[in-house]
């Protein structure tokens, strides 16, 4: 309609109506992308704020869930050392039950929670770039960095606390009973002189163990930072 008034006025060389006209198409033009663009931050900022509620959801139950692992890992370290201590004294343990259990625990690696799902699902689809807050644009990606860590690290402290090879496995006998793992009586007994003969090796251990627990205390602090910047925002 607007185009063949245009063309009619063109021939007519009506230029002040075919400047009014131009203006039309422009205007019109103008109003359609400011539409587009308004509709388009309209359904980013949904976007966002739906992330937002689901990356605060996830990271409220990860910070307890590291908490409990670190605290495991740290109840690890500490047995390790001990046995390690009482084995470089030479002499045997004057108290046989606290030295069964800490030799229990030296054998753990807790397990620590996964890489939260909604931080996997905005790296994968580039999401982490639509955050509109560089704050916690920059925790969310510290997070993923320690997360990182800690992929390098377990395997290695995994691969070496595993290891049938290890004089522990030879110096101490564990129940058959896999139910009686997670308790003290899991140790049945064990040979004193091998287990002497491992104090480097479980010094090796401690040092993964501790190295594990660092990289979990990584994540525990981006977490937390990511949920007081999310808290802050909503005051």
């Not at 739906?50 to 996830?58: H, K, M, P």
């Not at 307890?64 to 890992?73: D, G, K, Q, T, V």
């Not at 644009?137 to 290890?166: I, N």
Request: hydrophobic share 45%; proline share 4%; glycine share 4%.
């Amino acid at each position: 309609m607007i185009r063949r008034r245009l063309i009619e006025h063109f021939r007519r060389q009506e230029w002040t109506a075919v400047a009014i006209d131009f203006l039309i198409v422009v205007l019109g033009v103008f109003l359609g992308l400011q539409v587009s663009s308004w509709h388009e931050a309209r359904l980013s900022a949904k976007s966002e704020a739906a992330s937002l509620v689901r990356i605060q959801e996830e990271f409220e139950a990860l910070a307890p869930a590291l908490e409990r692992a670190i605290n495991s890992l740290e109840a690890t370290t500490r047995a390790t050392g001990e046995v390690v201590t009482v084995l470089r004294s030479g002499e045997r343990p004057a108290d046989e039950a606290a030295f069964r259990h800490q030799l229990w625990r030296t054998g753990f690696l807790s397990p620590v929670p996964p890489l939260a799902t909604i931080y996997t699902e905005l790296t994968s689809t580039g999401g982490l770039s639509g955050v509109s807050d560089p704050e916690l644009r920059g925790a969310l990606t510290r997070y993923g960095d320690a997360c990182a860590l800690f992929a390098q690290v377990q395997p290695h402290a995994k691969s070496a606390l595993l290891d049938p090879r290890a004089r522990y496995y030879r110096a101490v006998e564990w129940s058959v009973d896999p139910t009686a793992w997670d308790r003290d009586d899991a140790i049945v007994s064990y040979d004193w002189t091998e287990l002497r003969e491992a104090r480097s090796e479980l010094q090796v251990w401690q040092a993964y163990q501790e190295e594990v627990a660092s990289a979990a205390k990584l994540q525990l602090k981006e977490v937390r930072a990511v949920l007081a910047i999310l808290e802050g925002d909503r005051k």
